[in-house]
């Protein structure tokens, strides 16, 4: 079989102007990045969404190659209209931490890919040195001010906002930054880098409604305390506006297309297990104002990207998610099971059935949590048996759960028609108003504890003395009532990466707290979650090659 990369220069791709006409949108309304991508004025978040369907796909706690969500999610839109139904995507955009990292990119795969392919995973419309640049702005006003020892009076050592970068660097995780002051003075302060996924500024563009509540969550990102013990904002730095230039082009959102000419908006880019891990509320609400179906993603299991999709996301966007697609794979469901990872691909029964539990966790999760129909989607392979397939399905009716295998990564669209068919049904069926895991009036330990428990199937949630601290810190300064972000490993429901399956016994341990007042939520890191990954020992940059006259690339998937 052809490599991704081969597949997606094979293909034959319609004009970016064909595929906006598509969804009524004007060749006047876009902002053109070459002949097969551009950006949209957007018009449709002016409006709340109340027209297309939303179709969220999700997933059981992953390997580390992942479990095809964005591969399923582009299928199932192919799919859909293949069928004859008016389907588009919302997805984020790859961050070149992973293109380069372990996991590879974020434009599907095999023959259900967005593309450009190269164009989209590496650097695509700029979004992220937008945001990147952006970020270190603000970095830059707060140590000009310390230099100059503005009124401000910013307190060197209590400096809480961090540069960002985009990509995989172990090495500025925690860096100390010596600056000759002004008059002589000399300062020493401890700085970090995020990843650019992770930092506020993300989080800010993913989560605005339009350009001027970007600019008032700008002004209240909080980036440290002066000298007093008072918080200090991004908006007393007075540099917002330069801010909101360097993030205007980036609040557009991106427009490209499948293999089979479906239209996709795909903008932002935030990971579910140290940020939100959603695609930016205007790109859904673009989407919904173009399609009937729109069909969305959020990243890694659904413990992670789907809970913070349904208690954040929708609940600042005003989304109403029609149905849940949870992805299932028999080597991840064997892996959780307790099969080694060199040997995933005999059939195992025993560490099949060992493994399912986790599967019919995130079922019962978004059926009796958040009380949303969920159809499983078992994205299989070759080396899947007809017996395994029988006991994932046997298992997901069980537990109350439609369950269709997918074959979107070697058959495209016609691979999803059942797993299609099976949405529509679901979705246009009737259900009752969506739950969620919390109120926003809850204290923030209830708030957790609430997640440890009703999601995780933890014992609760234990504050360690430094989060603690924090919390107070946050409510004294008058931010009791923001939504809960928690980073921690995407691997398993707890915060301990070998504990698989459906591990029950066991407390979330929330290690540290992240104010990001301008995004509206704290971050709780748990674990040994870290904000800023790194690469692994044989790092997927080791097997790629570039023709010596630039323009044919090899190993990008």
Request: glycine residues 10%; contains cysteine.
């Amino acid at each position: 079989m052809l490599s991704d990369i081969e597949i997606a220069e094979s293909a034959k791709l319609k004009p970016i102007t064909e595929i906006a006409a598509s969804i009524g949108i004007k060749s006047a309304e876009l902002y053109h990045y070459g002949k097969y991508m551009a950006k949209v004025e957007s018009r449709a978040y002016k409006t709340p969404p109340k027209d297309g369907k939303l179709i969220l796909v999700t997933a059981i706690n992953p390997t580390k190659s992942g479990e095809g969500k964005t591969t399923i999610s582009i299928g199932l839109a192919d799919a859909l209209r293949r069928i004859g139904k008016k389907s588009v995507l919302a997805l984020r955009e790859p961050s070149l931490g992973p293109v380069f990292g372990i996991k590879g990119g974020a434009a599907g795969g095999g023959y259900s890919q967005i593309a450009p392919m190269a164009d989209i995973n590496l650097r695509f419309t700029g979004d992220f040195d937008a945001i990147e640049k952006a970020n270190n702005l603000l970095c830059a006003a707060i140590d000009n001010n310390i230099f100059f020892e503005s009124p401000l009076e910013l307190d060197h050592e209590r400096i809480i906002f961090k540069r960002c970068t985009d990509m995989n660097d172990r090495a500025l995780r925690n860096i100390e930054l010596r600056v000759a002051a002004a008059g002589g003075k000399n300062y020493t302060r401890n700085e970090g880098f995020n990843i650019t996924a992770a930092s506020e500024i993300m989080a800010v563009l993913c989560l605005s409604s339009d350009f001027a509540d970007m600019k008032r969550r700008l002004s209240e990102i909080v980036v440290g305390y002066d000298k007093r013990g008072n918080i200090v904002k991004c908006g007393d730095l007075n540099c917002v506006d330069a801010m909101a230039i360097l993030l205007s082009g980036a609040l557009k959102p991106n427009l490209v297309q499948t293999l089979e000419g479906t239209p996709a908006f795909v903008h932002g880019g935030p990971f579910a297990n140290i940020a939100h891990g959603c695609n930016s509320i205007i790109a859904t609400r673009e989407a919904l104002k173009r399609a009937d179906y729109v069909v969305t993603e959020a990243g890694f299991g659904a413990d992670l990207g789907a809970e913070k999709f349904i208690d954040i996301k929708s609940r600042v966007g005003g989304f109403d998610i029609s149905c849940v697609v949870v992805v299932a794979t028999v080597k991840a469901l064997k892996l959780n099971g307790g099969a080694a990872s060199e040997d995933l691909l005999g059939e195992n029964i025993g560490a099949l059935k060992r493994g399912i539990p986790n599967l019919t966790r995130h079922i019962r999760n978004i059926a009796e949590v958040f009380k949303l129909p969920v159809i499983v989607a078992v994205n299989r392979f070759d080396s899947d048996t007809e017996g395994e397939i029988a006991e994932i399905s046997r298992a997901a009716n069980d537990a109350g759960a439609k369950c269709c295998s997918a074959e979107s990564f070697l058959k495209g669209g016609e691979g999803a028609l059942d797993l299609a068919e099976s949405v529509l049904k679901t979705a246009d069926s009737p259900k009752g108003p969506t739950e969620f895991c919390y109120e926003i009036g809850d204290d923030y330990r209830v708030k957790l504890d609430k997640i440890a428990r009703r999601v995780y199937g933890a014992d609760g949630a234990v504050i360690e003395p430094r989060a603690e601290n924090r919390l107070k810190e946050i409510e004294k300064a008058g931010y009791g009532g923001l939504y809960v972000c928690v980073a921690k490993t995407q691997y398993s429901f707890s915060d301990d990466p070998t504990l698989l399956g459906a591990p029950t016994g066991f407390c979330l341990r929330v290690k540290d707290i992240e104010l990001r007042a301008g995004a509206g939520f704290i971050v709780a890191v748990c674990g040994n979650m870290i904000l800023m990954p790194a690469l692994s020992k044989n790092p997927g940059y080791l097997f790629m090659s570039i023709s010596d006259d630039g323009n044919t690339i090899r190993g990008l998937s």
